[in-house]
């Protein structure tokens, strides 16, 4: 440790909650040394917690955590959504030089984030900020999304267990739609990227996938454009084929402009990053429904049964993590903690997949430091070796995803 | 089985599906001695189950499930959702007329229908018939239904898994809501009963009942009015105290005439049944969610964040059932069986308490016959003992609750 500088280091989550957060929370004070961290020479002397991302630091609404009991941080590991609080808040220059002001006032010289890519960003900001000024200030980003979207990463924690509930999901769903035909819409999380989306196809019984008529049959993701007649002709297809039709549908897809369906529809919320409300409403769903109940009614006939959910909240948080999701997340926790110690002053951790994909070795990762400008404020999409045509996954994307979501449950058919 | 009449026995499922309902399928083809029906002078010579219930029955599309493997019954009990397939068909006198000219083809002597009060309606209407005629058909009816009600039963089977569920994902959801301060709406399934709803009352910690502040703090059920400018009200409390409010609501809430506040939202679907669509839309979550905007916005202000989630279809068939619930759906199955096998030529099976609820004796039900008559067509709805005001529930509640949903995890909070 004859690289740390003394004094305090603090942690805080932001964004959008997931299943495994507080597993990156406590991998992080674990690597920090707690209880270790009261020892005389130890060069962090107190470990915080922001309640509420960087709003809790300049609210001074810390919590001190650093000699909590290891049984209290293992319930926390397994604790659904962020322990400490989340916020929305995206930081500007301004906004950043109050947390860099509450940093010299605390104390602190080790700045833990957890969060998405607006995250990543808010630590480059800051880290730029305390160089400027020669605050020794050392920033990290620990990575956290259930979009799946952050650059450099092979997938991010809280990916695995959202896709593992929206596998599940769709998996038991499905045998509800053969059960009582009709035409069921899903719609699943994922602001820009289609991830999550896809990971519906991970429902269809792997075993069958070629030609498999296992639902979802349709699929939906923001990286290809919506149109609406070629969507109402693939759902007539499957539907006049089987008598029923299992559709996911991301809450980002598009039109042909780059224009939110989803935001179109529900009466504009904004956050502070700018992003428009999508989730906790379900107008998509309801409008895709009836457009089908529309344009699918034969002349003179009765509409056909169309359903539609939209997964909401619960699919980043519902509490059966994805065993490897949870491993990981605690991992890249402690990883900034160990590069904290190593002397590294800034960074953000990424998870590179060291078993090929669809390779038969088992499936291993490694984290790594890449530099915060990596990863602060980009967007990663799903890539077109993800995709199969307009309205499906390829066999790489569900080989991508397997080994992270733990075996599904097998279901019996008649 | 000296009583036991000779030929066929025919099972199928109907209206929603359930997390268990196959348990109940497979409880019955044991408790009638499958691959034991294969043996001479075996009293029942075949079993068969009907594809999509009496519509299948009426089209020839049965399913012989006598030589079932032991293995693939039991895959098929842990299977949510109806392995036969499910209708929402409600037979009149001229339909069970056919249905009766079917058991006639097939020879089939023993009817047993799986489903809730309309499928204990049809039973009803087939046994008459058949007695009217003189064909000596044993109808049979199983319970099964998320909504919990029937009456002549402490429980019917779907709805403790229903329960766990929904108990799960608002102790979850609500971690969430801290984690994110907000207004959040959840909306449950409950056409006419609000047992699935209060259920939302387990989410909270038990420890802390007396005065907790866990949400859901408020849950609306159908069997208590509706008003608009009441629940503005509880929630701008509830809000103005906390900064944030987590609330229940059943699908099946109505206002002061009797109407249903989502069924007038939703273009309105009518099934067979006369049931106007409630579920698979966002509709009611989303009115009330502008409702809440539009009321609590401060003058000059802005909003607040306000979300709604519809639970949907997975909280009646996601795939972890309460173990609790598993054992009495396939025990309620059994046992019609063995009705049938004790020369019983008629009947419903009801589950009976048999430990009272809130006392310190180990939970304990049995199962019994009752009358078709008793079950058929009624809807059993939550007695007052089990609500506490206007938005919430007893104590005396969730203590008939606990032992049905089996455990929960338990968070920790900072």
Redesign the interface.
């Known amino acids: 440790m004859s690289n740390m500088i003394e004094g305090n280091a603090v942690i805080g989550?932001s964004g959008?909650?997931t299943?495994v957060i507080?597993q990156s929370l406590v991998g992080a004070i674990k690597g920090l040394g707690h209880h270790g961290a009261t020892r005389p020479g130890h060069p962090i002397t107190r470990i915080l917690?922001m309640r509420h991302g960087v709003r809790g630091l300049l609210e001074d609404d810390l919590?001190d955590m650093t000699d909590f009991e290891d049984a209290?941080l293992d319930?926390?590991a397994?604790?659904?959504?962020?322990?400490?609080?989340?916020?929305?808040d995206k930081p500007d220059q301004a906004y950043c030089e109050k947390i860099l002001k509450a940093c010299e006032k605390h104390n602190i010289r080790y700045f833990f984030y957890i969060g998405g890519n607006d995250s990543s960003d808010t630590c480059r900001i800051v880290n730029e900020l305390s160089n400027a000024i020669g605050y020794d200030l050392r920033c990290f980003h620990i990575p956290k999304t259930v979009d799946n979207d952050l650059v450099g990463n092979d997938h991010t924690p809280g990916f695995p267990s959202a896709a593992r509930f929206v596998a599940?999901?769709c998996?038991?769903?499905f045998?509800?739609n053969?059960?009582?035909p009709g035409i069921?819409i899903n719609v699943i999380m994922g602001r820009h990227a289609g991830f999550l989306t896809a990971a519906s196809a991970l429902a269809r019984r792997r075993d069958r996938h070629e030609g498999s008529t296992d639902g979802p049959q349709l699929i939906y993701v923001p990286e290809v454009v919506f149109e609406t007649e070629r969507f109402v002709q693939d759902v007539a297809e499957v539907f006049d084929a089987k008598g029923r039709c299992h559709i996911a549908v991301s809450e980002g897809i598009c039109d042909a402009q780059g224009n939110s369906i989803g935001a179109q529809l529900i009466?504009g919320?904004t956050d502070d990053h700018g992003n428009v409300?999508l989730?906790?409403?379900?107008?998509l769903?309801?409008v895709l429904?009836?457009l089908l109940?529309e344009k699918l009614t034969p002349a003179g006939g009765t509409?056909p049964?169309?359903?539609?959910?939209?997964?909401?909240?619960?699919q980043?948080?519902?509490?059966?993590a994805s065993r490897v999701d949870a491993a990981e997340a605690h991992g890249v926790g402690r990883f900034a903690a160990e590069l904290a110690a190593s002397g590294e002053v800034d960074g953000s951790v990424a998870i590179e997949r060291v078993s090929p994909i669809g390779s038969a070795q088992p499936y291993a990762v490694q984290y790594k430091r890449v530099d915060l400008s990596v990863v602060a404020g980009k967007t990663r999409h799903m890539p077109e070796y993800f995709l199969d045509g307009h309205n499906n996954v390829s066999e790489m994307f569900l080989e991508y995803c397997e080994p992270m979501i733990g075996r599904l449950?097998?279901?019996?058919?008649?």
């Open positions: 989550q959008g909650p299943a507080n917690g919590i209290r319930r926390l397994q604790t659904p959504s962020a322990g400490l609080g989340s916020t929305r599940l999901a998996r038991a769903d045998m509800d053969i059960s009582l069921k009466a919320q409300q989730s906790g409403s379900g107008a769903g309801d429904s009836d109940k509409p049964r169309v359903r539609a959910d939209t997964f909401g909240y619960v980043r948080c519902w509490p059966d449950p097998v279901f019996e058919r008649l």
